[in-house]
């Protein structure tokens, strides 16, 4: 009998480490875009404040988030661009979270400080390959791009209607690495998540207009893209993940996503 029980007891133990039970809350899982780094940092750290739960997120690209949700190795998938429709069909759904603008980046001291997008399109097809062409300097332009599956070249390719044409001398695996490189480089120019954006970097305006929640949210800036929540669309999420859904979905929200640096959707 006695053995009986103590089996009994250590069964129940193990429930209670799977499942989480005597008081420990399972951690929510995200995985994907890079560029949403910030927002949902953000969203989890006061998520966590408010429910004792842990957002965890792994940065690794758009579409190793959308492959990671679709293969049940995450809650939620991060993707910065639509899914599409062979991803539809492998029945992945995607709620949009919020909209960022993709910042066409140069070096803070690079003499240019506009382009519109027919321009950007000639420079990344290599149509225009000097600076002095477009009023800078007599150099090279050394193109930074992401890598191929990233959602920020995905919506930067499909907006200068450029894909599969860009003549990049780089292509990077971070929104982080983008920026960094252009930095670091007088003649570099890239494109990159405008919540990412910081002062080492020049942002130029895109036909005149500058990038910011305003002209993002009316439209006028129009290089720009969706953040997107990647879900299975026939599996309910777990209690936790949904919590976090619904939080991150809902009005409530909307200051600490605008605080983020893009717009809110909802």
């Not at 780094?37 to 690794?60: Q, R, S």
């Not at 690495?177 to 252009?182: A, E, G, L, M, S």
């Amino acid at each position: 009998m006695k053995k009986i029980i103590s089996l009994l007891t250590v069964a129940m133990l193990l429930v209670c480490a799977l499942t989480g039970c005597g008081g420990e809350k399972q951690a929510v899982a995200t995985d994907g875009s890079t560029s949403m780094n910030k927002v949902i940092g953000a969203l989890g750290e006061a998520f966590e404040a408010d429910t004792g739960i842990t957002v965890t997120y792994n940065a690794t690209g758009s579409g190793a988030g959308i492959q990671a949700v679709g293969e049940g190795r995450c809650d939620i998938g991060l993707s910065s661009r639509n899914l599409k429709d062979e991803e539809k069909k492998k029945g992945l759904e995607g709620t949009i979270l919020a909209y960022d603008g993709i910042a066409i980046i140069v070096n803070p001291n690079n003499p240019v400080f506009d382009l519109d997008v027919e321009t950007i399109a000639k420079i990344y097809t290599g149509e225009i390959k000097n600076w002095n062409e477009v009023g800078g300097n007599d150099a090279e332009i050394v193109l930074i791009g992401r890598e191929a599956g990233s959602g920020t070249r995905d919506g930067f390719e499909s907006i200068t209607d450029t894909e599969n044409k860009c003549k990049y001398r780089q292509e990077l695996t971070s929104t982080g690495d983008v920026i960094t490189t252009v930095a670091s480089n007088l003649d570099a120019i890239g494109y990159a998540s405008l919540a990412s954006v910081k002062d080492n970097v020049k942002a130029l305006t895109v036909g005149g207009v500058v990038a910011s929640e305003e002209t993002i949210k009316d439209g006028s800036y129009v290089v720009q893209r969706p953040f997107v929540l990647v879900t299975k669309k026939d599996a309910a999420l777990s209690e936790n993940a949904q919590k976090f859904f619904d939080y991150i979905t809902s009005k409530a929200a909307n200051e600490i996503i605008s605080g983020a640096g893009v717009v809110p959707a909802n």
